[in-house]
T-cell receptor, first 112, second 112 residues
Framework: SQTIHQWPATLVQPVGSPLSLECTVEGTSNPNLYWYRQAAGRGLQLLFYSVGIGQISSEVPQNLSASRPQDRQFILSSKKLLLSDSGFYLC???????????FGPGTRLLVL | QKEVEQNSGPLSVPEGAIASLNCTYS??????FFWYRQYSGKSPELIMFIYSNGDKEDGRFTAQLNKASQYVSLLIRDSQPSDSATYLC????????????FGIGTKLQVIP
């Protein structure tokens, strides 16, 4: 069966510091991978998605970036965090030929 | 007009009653529809998906799709306190390659 991992689970960072969140998927190959952010009281906002290694599509302009160095690894980064980057960051995967998305446990980020 | 609309609630129902959660979408060409459940502080988990007009049943859950009216609903029979959560509707809007758009979610409270 497939498993998706995210770490860290919780992160508190000062404004202006860098960020690196990691997501890995087990038990499947060639998945589509997604990064979402969920701010308090708001819906899920798609940040990035990837259909293959090195292929990243950005959905919204921001100070975040994503990379996919390996088939089942997806990384979300920032060089300088803003207060507005606080939120619940969720990684999801779907089969390469499918739409149904499955979420990881998430990372709660607080920028102070 | 938002692409996927849900009433944020809270929707309160007594234990044992039927909970009815509704979702409307803007794109008549949408083909795939998903319901997720999200407990407070946790990541969304898939409940069910539906592609065809009509009803789809899975245990106590029934998804209903009416493409002509552009709405999809989720019925929860014999509601239990453990069903208390936020329910997210997601739609693969036509033209969104293997991406889904999420509604803001409806908070359901099942009162013992």
């Amino acid at each position: 069966s497939q498993t998706i991992h995210q770490w860290p689970a919780t992160l508190v960072q000062p404004v202006g510091s860098p960020l690196s969140l990691e997501c890995t998927v087990e038990g499947t190959s060639n998945p589509n991978l997604y990064w979402y952010r969920q701010a308090a009281g708001r819906g899920l906002q798609l940040l990035f998605y990837s259909v293959g290694i090195g292929q990243i599509s950005s959905e919204v302009p921001q100070n975040l970036s994503a990379s996919r160095p390996q088939d089942r690894q997806f990384i979300l980064s920032s060089k300088k965090l803003l207060l507005s980057d606080s939120g619940f960051y969720l990684c999801a995967w779907s089969p390469g030929d499918g739409e149904t998305q499955y979420f990881g446990p998430g990372t709660r980020l607080l920028v102070l | 007009q938002k692409e996927v609309e849900q009433n944020s609630g809270p929707l309160s129902v007594p234990e044992g009653a039927i909970a009815s959660l509704n979702c409307t979408y803007s794109d008549r060409g949408s083909q795939s529809f998903f319901w997720y459940r999200q407990y407070s502080g946790k990541s969304p988990e898939l409940i069910m998906f539906i592609y065809s007009n009509g009803d789809k049943e899975d245990g106590r859950f029934t998804a209903q799709l009416n493409k002509a009216s552009q709405y999809v609903s989720l019925l929860i029979r014999d509601s239990q306190p453990s069903d208390s959560a936020t329910y997210l509707c997601a739609v693969n809007l036509s033209g969104g390659y293997q991406k889904v758009t999420f509604g803001i979610g409806t908070k359901l409270q099942v009162i013992p």
